[in-house]
């Protein structure tokens, strides 16, 4: 689910897309499964996964970086600037 890497943290998601809400469900079959509420078209699920990890965070959107799953629903994400104690922190809190 969540990895520390050099300067920040990777974090494997599973995203459903069209859901009524965004929010963070928690771990599914050892991904953290992430619900965003943008249809998968065109990138806008990946557009707006991008903006509310950065708002969740508490950081850039420029620190969010989509590294793999483009198209798929198993996507993995680099956040820069921020721990991994600091991440399952925020993420336990959400839940």
């Keep these: ?6 300067g920040g943290v ?3 998601l599973f995203i459903q897309p069209k859901s009524s ?22 990138g806008e699920a990946n ?9 969740f965070f508490k950081v850039a959107k420029r620190d ?3 590294i793999k799953g483009d198209t ?4 993995t ?3 820069s600037g921020l721990t991994k104690s600091e991440a399952e922190r925020l993420i336990s809190a959400a839940l």
């Design 77 to 79: 994400v680099e956040i």
């Design 21 to 42: 809400k965004n929010q963070i469900v928690g771990p599914h079959n050892g991904l953290l499964k992430i619900k965003i509420s943008a249809p998968p078209v065109d």
């Design 10 to 12: 990777r974090l494997h």
């Design 47 to 55: 557009a707006e996964l991008i903006q509310f990890l950065s708002k």
């Design 72 to 75: 798929g629903r198993s996507k």
């Design 1 to 6: 689910m969540i990895e520390e890497i050099k």
């Design 64 to 66: 969010v970086t989509l």
